[in-house]
């Protein structure tokens, strides 16, 4: 019986301390690598998620911006760090789906990182220049094949979610525009609000101030539903073209090999902090909508928005360096 007894504490002890260990992670400070510059839009969601989690834990969660390549030197830092669940990264939608298709990366995102949970979405917004005589997606379509390849389309550089989203309006509705790059948003909405291009595609929160003054005119909103801060501009949905949904997007990810049980920790923590009532004021002041899931459903939402974008840059003949 004593024996017997023994057994069991010995078989049980490990389960024990393995679930008293999970139990006390985190047990010290958190890294949190940001793919970008400070101040940001990414730096800006890091700090506001990052600042609950660590009242959450009670433990310090570190801002580490390691900026370059749109995001892939940040990424692939997150991917090289040690799989232990003190390392973490709040990163884009273009470095985890779109870089990867356009040009040669140092990582898998299937493969060399573990999805903790979607943070953030931000709709792109169709605008057009003041000068552009359509008012509506109808008349846009309208004026566009009326003039085939004479129209131009800004984007914030070659293989951005912008120019993508470009190409997606193209083979959406048929459409010969010129794509016309620029390095960033900010040159691309210089030019636009000049009338030297005729449209773009930008992330919301960007173009806002500039439809509200009336310097620029919202077509649609690649969202499911309209924002609450322009709510004259439709969806593409309800302009008739729901493939034409574009959003821009950030995620919590761990190097891959992080124990279950620490993603499941970190999944709860991150979950926890955007559920905050002043986090998600704080992320909607910033025209962000808070997201929050499960690993396991964050991992089919990247693999499907790998897909989507690679499908895109084929079909739309894309040129990249890969």
Not at 269 to 276: G, R
């Amino acid at each position: 019986m004593r024996i017997a007894r023994t057994l069991v504490a010995g078989l049980l002890l490990p389960l024990l301390t393995a679930a008293a260990f999970a139990q006390d992670f985190p047990a010290k400070p958190i890294r949190l690598i940001v793919p970008f510059p400070a101040g940001g839009p990414n730096d800006i969601i890091a700090r506001i998620v990052g600042q609950r989690m660590s009242e959450l834990i009670k433990q310090p969660v570190l801002i580490d911006n390691r900026g370059g390549q749109a995001g892939v030197l940040g990424t692939d830092a997150i991917a090289k760090s040690a799989p232990d669940g003190y390392t973490i990264g709040i990163v884009s939608a273009s470095a985890l789906a779109i870089s990867p298709a356009m040009e040669k990366v140092a990582y898998d995102p299937q493969k060399d990182l573990v999805p903790v949970t979607l943070v953030v979405t931000v709709p792109e917004m169709l605008v057009v220049a003041t000068n552009v005589p359509a008012n509506n997606m109808k008349e846009l379509v309208a004026l566009v094949k009326a003039q085939p390849g004479k129209l131009s389309f800004a984007s914030s550089g070659q293989g951005s979610l912008p120019h993508l989203a470009g190409e997606l309006f193209k083979l959406t509705a048929k459409l010969d525009v010129v794509h016309v790059p620029y390095r960033g948003a900010a040159p691309a909405i210089n030019d636009l609000l000049g009338q030297q291009v005729q449209m773009t595609f930008l992330d919301l929160p960007v173009i806002l101030p500039h439809i509200k003054a009336g310097a620029l005119r919202g077509i649609a909103l690649g969202a499911r539903e309209r924002a609450p801060t322009a709510p004259d501009v439709p969806t593409t949905a309800e302009v008739g073209m729901p493939d034409l949904l574009i959003e821009n997007w950030y995620g919590m990810i761990a190097p891959a090999g992080t124990p279950e049980k620490f993603v499941a920790a970190l999944n709860r923590i991150a979950n926890e902090a955007m559920a905050d009532p002043g986090v998600k004021s704080k992320l909607a002041d910033q025209g962000l909508t808070t997201a929050g899931d499960t690993p396991e459903h964050f991992r089919g939402f990247i693999d499907s928005e790998i897909k989507k974008w690679a499908d895109v840059i084929k079909k739309a003949g894309v040129e990249t360096t890969k």
